[in-house]
């Protein structure tokens, strides 16, 4: 509830909303339940008992048309939200006070979550980090998100809500940081003996700082190949931030399509070749020669019968 992005900024802001709207019966509620326990309490001889009484047309007007009209506005606020806010939505403002210039092109960040330590690649910068991530204040930032083994969940509360990162899957982000700082970022599902350690600093900087910060990262000197990711991606714990100086351009793909051993086949190709094979049945089963023998064979099996 402290956001300093602006998709954070909007969800907070929804929830805000959508709060006191629900109190809007809540209180009502509460305050009339404590009000009739003391009005009608037994020892008040005062209180008007009218046993016979079953019916108020007023009352239920209110009873039935106040939670409806709720029901309703929240019902728009939801529909609005989710498209408004929908994660695979590109950014269309940088803060409710700036609409984003035209021709802005977004930062990408391809997000790994590994047991237990995540890796974030910058393929434009040809960089890449273990659990450390920065990114300039006021620019759009498409995060590409996926995970090596099992489901995890990519969350920076200060920047927008959580995403899911499962293996063989991407999934995406467009958020943006609007106030320098440093904040936290996590693992918000469950994944194993080392969830708990599963956290990173999130770096929102100015643009001169940022690249500075890249060039430090191209002066590591190491660079982040097939060999060294398998390397990387075995289980560890409480993994110390590192940076790497390249990249393999395909690294991500592979890591997606899991392929990233010698020898194994990527899931796209395998995808691709079963489409190929479902297609070359398919106008076999229509050929003339395939026409042909179905009726031969149709026609023998009658005549067998």
């Given at each position: 509830m402290n956001p300093s992005g602006d998709i954070a900024a909007q969800q907070a802001n929804l929830v805000v909303v959508s709060t006191l709207l629900m109190l809007l019966i809540v209180v009502p509620v509460i305050a009339l339940t404590l009000f009739f326990a003391w009005r009608y309490r037994a020892s008040n001889t005062s209180a008007t008992y009218d046993p016979d009484w079953d019916h108020s047309t007023k009352l239920e007007l209110v009873i039935w048309g106040a939670p409806l009209l709720i029901i309703i506005v929240l019902g728009l606020l939801t529909w609005i939200s989710t498209h408004k806010l929908d994660p695979y939505r590109p950014l269309s403002r940088i803060d409710e006070n700036r609409p984003l210039a035209a021709g802005v092109k977004p930062i990408e960040i391809q997000v790994?979550?590994?047991?237990?330590?995540?890796?974030?690649?910058?393929?434009?910068?040809?960089?890449?980090?273990?659990?450390?991530?920065?990114?300039?204040?006021?620019?759009?930032?498409?995060?590409?998100?996926?995970a090596s083994s099992v489901m995890n969940s990519f969350y920076i509360p200060a920047l927008a809500g959580q995403i899911y990162a499962m293996p063989s899957m991407e999934t995406e982000l467009n958020a943006v940081i609007n106030k320098v700082g440093v904040y936290d970022g996590f693992s918000a599902n469950f994944s194993g003996d080392g969830f708990s350690h599963m956290r990173f600093k999130y770096h929102g900087v100015s643009q001169g700082d940022f690249d500075q910060w890249v060039q430090k990262a191209k002066g590591a000197g190491n660079t982040l190949d097939r060999v060294s990711y398998l390397e990387l991606e075995k289980p560890s714990e409480r993994e110390p931030v590192r940076h790497y100086a390249g990249v393999s351009a395909d690294l991500y793909e592979a890591i997606l399509n899991r392929c990233v051993g010698?020898?194994?086949?990527?899931?796209?190709?395998?995808?691709a070749d079963d489409i190929v094979r479902a297609r070359t049945a398919a106008e076999l089963c229509f050929t003339p020669q395939a026409k042909t023998f179905s009726m031969k064979t149709e026609n023998a099996s009658a005549n067998a019968n």
């Open positions: 790994v979550a590994l047991d237990w330590k995540w890796l974030f690649i910058y393929p434009e910068q040809g960089i890449a980090t273990v659990n450390e991530l920065v990114t300039p204040v006021d620019v759009p930032v498409r995060f590409k998100i996926t010698d020898g194994k086949t990527c899931i796209n190709k395998m995808v």
